[in-house]
Every structure is written in C-alpha cells, then in structure tokens.
C-alpha cells in the first residue's frame, strides 16, 4: 500500500506565476479531496472529485485556482497568478467513497501536502 | 456553516501528566476523526468515531463521541514526549462529504 502521494513537496515561485501540484491517490479510492492549511489553522477543505466528476468547490477556490483529475486516478490542482496570500500547505486526502460501508466513506487518508512559498 | 471549536489552542506539559483536549460543535456530525500531524506532513489518522457516546481506546489515547454526535474529546494518560505535536479533530456533516477541522491543539511534552 503506497498511500497518496504529492508532488512536488515544496514550491517557491514569484507572484504572478503559475503553479501545478499532482497528487496520487490510494489506488482502490474513488474519492479525492483537496485542502488548504496555513500555519496555525486546520486544513480548510477546497474541492473534491468521485473518480473524475468534480461534486463540490469551496468558496475558498477563486477563479485562479482550477483542479482536474481526467480519468479518476491522480488528480492536479492549478493556481494562476500566485498572490502572496496562496502561501499555504495543499494537502491531498483520499477515501474509499461510495464503493464502501458508512464508516469506511469518511476514512480520509492525507498526503504529506504540497508547500508553496510565494514570494 | 457548520463550525468544530477545538480547546486548548496550546498544552505544554510535563511527562506523565495526563491532559484532554476538546472539540466541540453546536451540528451535528455523521463521524468525527482525530488526527495527529507532525511539522511540515500530512494529518495522520488516529481513530474514527461514528456511534454517539462511543468510546475508543489506543494504547495511551481515549477518545469519546458525545451522545449527541456534537463533541468529541481526547485524554492522553502519562504523556510522553513522543506525544509532541498537532492533533486536529474533524467532523463529516454527512458521510463521505468533505471534512471540517477544528484549528488544532499544539501539544509539547517535555522530559
């Protein structure tokens, strides 16, 4: 078991550039949630994906911010035009889904994040 | 918006004193998990909770699930100083639905 995995783990860029992150998820999970987390808070949830259909966007995701996963395996989250205030820790989770019981729906398992540093 | 307040922001203790941290909500929750998470990693899953006043035991860690599937709470027994870090709890509103964090407990257990 490979557990999900993000790429890259860190990321420096200057504002106004563009930046892509990928993450991997547990390979049987039909479902894939996106977060966002800055120092001293918890993760706040951003979107998330059943296989490749994209079912709820937070109202945290402007306009810049664009996720995919095209054939409901690994999925990418963009951010166009970096600002300052993107700096913060995308961590990627993972769940069974719709494919499992009640209990095992809500077991989220979380990738060791993507940090960006906007500078 | 449904909200998980989550107390003490900050514990600093000795080893082997006991603490208990709490996590509380005014909605109602499908599940609720506590996660710990070390600097610079993800949230590392600890226990799921789903049944109200559930009570779930990890070696040192005891968690609760308040009857009305609001509250949630944490007790360590004999802290170590393995114990340092974030612990975070999160609740689903309905099953499978994204999840909503409490800001985290920074804990530091010192020799």
């Known amino acids: 078991d490979t557990g999900v995995s993000q790429n890259p783990r860190h990321k420096i860029t200057k504002r106004g550039q563009n930046v892509t992150f990928r993450c991997d998820p547990i390979?049987?999970?039909?479902?894939l949630y996106w977060y966002r987390q800055t120092l001293g808070q918890g993760p706040e949830f951003l979107t998330y994906f059943q296989n490749e259909a994209q079912l709820e966007k937070s109202r945290l995701l402007s306009d810049r911010f664009s996720a995919e996963r095209p054939k409901g395996s690994f999925s990418t989250l963009e951010i166009q035009r970096t600002e300052q205030g993107d700096s913060a820790m995308y961590l990627c989770?993972?769940?069974?889904?719709?494919?499992?019981?009640?209990?095992?729906?809500?077991?989220?398992?979380f990738g060791a994040g993507t940090r960006l540093s906007v500078l | 918006t449904q909200l998980l307040e989550q107390s003490p922001q900050f514990l600093s203790i000795q080893e082997g004193e006991n603490l208990t941290v709490y996590c509380n909500s005014s909605?109602?929750?499908?599940?609720l998990q506590w996660y710990r998470q070390e600097p610079g990693e993800g949230p590392v899953l600890l226990v799921t909770?789903?049944?109200?006043?559930e009570v779930k035991k990890l070696k040192r860690l005891t968690f609760q699930f308040g009857d009305a599937r609001k509250d949630s709470s944490l007790h360590i027994t004999a802290a170590q100083t393995g114990d340092t870090g974030l612990y975070l709890c999160?609740?689903?509103?309905?099953?499978?639905?994204?999840?909503?964090f409490g800001k985290g407990t920074t804990l530091s257990v010192s020799s």
């Open positions: 999160a609740g689903a509103p309905q099953a499978g639905t994204a999840l909503i």
């Open positions: 909770v789903v049944t109200g006043g």
């Open positions: 909605s109602v929750f499908s599940s």
């Open positions: 390979s049987e999970h039909n479902r």
């Open positions: 989770a993972s769940s069974l889904g719709s494919s499992g019981g009640q209990l095992l729906k809500n077991i989220q398992y």
